[in-house]
């Protein structure tokens, strides 16, 4: 076996490992989330729509209210939040006439938005349908 060879093993090898923990770091994060902070998901999140970190935004705007495990449980699996939270925001400045023409009857959450948008895509001022993606995802 040549070193480039035994150097490309490893390179997947390692590859794969990180993808391990990486997909399972997410997995036991929202393992976490639901052990530590299940009381406070029934009392204050429980007509929250699971998925695109809706429950950590919740548990967060209760941070005066949870316990001290579960609020920092809820920080630690916020820093997708963030980003999320940052593209929102992009879309809403660079889109806002477009949301404002087309889509101010549609109830915002769940990706609704982004499907008035891409809707009316064809007649569209801005290029708001396609610089962002869908917002609804976990």
Aim: glycine share 6%.
């Amino acid at each position: 076996m040549t070193d480039w060879e035994v150097t490309m093993k490893k390179f997947v090898a390692g590859a794969f490992a990180f993808a391990t923990i990486v997909s399972s770091s997410v997995a036991f994060a929202q393992q976490n989330l639901v052990a530590d902070c299940a009381p406070e998901i029934a009392k204050y999140c429980s007509n929250v729509t699971p998925g695109a970190h809706r429950i950590v935004a919740c548990l967060i705007s209760y941070e005066d209210k949870i316990s001290p495990r579960c609020r920092m449980t809820a920080y630690l699996g916020s820093d997708d939040l963030g980003v999320r939270m940052k593209a929102l925001k992009g879309m809403a400045t660079s889109c806002s006439a477009d949301i404002l023409q087309y889509c101010s009857s549609v109830l915002a959450g769940g990706g609704r938005i982004y499907d008035c948008l891409m809707k009316n895509k064809a007649t569209l001022t801005t290029a708001a349908g396609t610089k962002y993606p869908p917002l609804s995802s976990s």
